[in-house]
Structures are given as C-alpha cells and as structure tokens.
C-alpha cells in the first residue's frame, strides 16, 4: 500500500519550502530541505518499529481462552503488517535518499521533467510527474481490470 500524505502530516516539523526568486530547480537548499523531510521521516517509522516490538514483548500472554488468545493474534497480526508496509517504505526513503546523492531526484523517470516542489512535498517519494502517475495509473488499471 503506498504512503499517504497522511503518513507524511505524522512530521509535525515540517515547513513548506519557500523559493528564492530566479532559485534554480533541485539547488542545494531544496535538495536539503527534502534531505532533512525524508530523515525525519525515517527516523519517525523506525521509532515506530522499536514501539511495535517493545508492545510485542510485553503484551504478549498466552491466554487460557481461545477467543481472547485469537483476538491477541489478529491484533499482533495487523500491527505487523502495518510494519511491513512500513518497512517497504523505510526502503522507498532510503532509495530516495540515494537517489538526492546521486543528483536524480526531483525529476520523472518516465519522461524527465520536473517533478515539482509542492508534490515533493506531498509525496518525498515520488519518481514520476502527476501526467506520467496519472497515465501509469491508467494502464495499471486497464491491464489489472
């Protein structure tokens, strides 16, 4: 499941960039400003992660009562999956980080153009313009559907 922006809002120090007239696209205060969004980022899921197998450990009961023994199982099953996601997007951030290193971020795999700051913003993660998403989407769902 990808991320949502709501993941995103969990990062309550975050500040919109604001450009400096004639500023270059990817300089390095924005390749900065995004550098720091995706740390933060990181940094909250691992804590999250460190929370989610601490709760583990200590909620962990064998229950003499099938029913409340099956209700304990759902709820470490969902929680881990909900750290699964969370670990496949850990790797997304870490792709993404390689790829400000590398100068590639910030422009669409598909066709090159810029991505754009507010999207950036709105999604870190993002590899594709929203014209090049919206026609991936598309054919995703003509092949799938």
Not at 126 to 143: G, R
Request: with cysteine; aromatic share 6%; glycine share 4%.
């Amino acid at each position: 499941m990808p991320e949502s922006k709501q993941d995103m809002n969990n990062n309550q120090s975050f500040t919109p960039y604001q450009e400096t007239s004639g500023e270059e696209y990817m300089s390095n205060n924005q390749l900065d400003h995004f550098r720091k969004i995706l740390q933060d980022w990181k940094q909250d899921l691992m804590e999250e992660v460190d929370r989610t197998v601490k709760n583990l450990k200590e909620e962990a009961s064998n229950f003499a009562d099938p029913a409340d023994r099956a209700t304990q199982e759902e709820e470490f099953s969902l929680e881990l999956r909900t750290r699964d996601r969370e670990r496949k997007l850990i790797k997304k951030i870490n792709e993404t980080l390689t790829s400000i290193e590398e100068d590639d971020y910030g422009y669409c795999e598909a066709c090159g153009i810029e991505i754009g700051i507010r999207r950036l913003e709105a999604r870190p993660t993002a590899t594709m313009c929203v014209d090049c998403k919206s026609l991936a989407e598309i054919k995703e769902k003509q092949i799938g559907g």
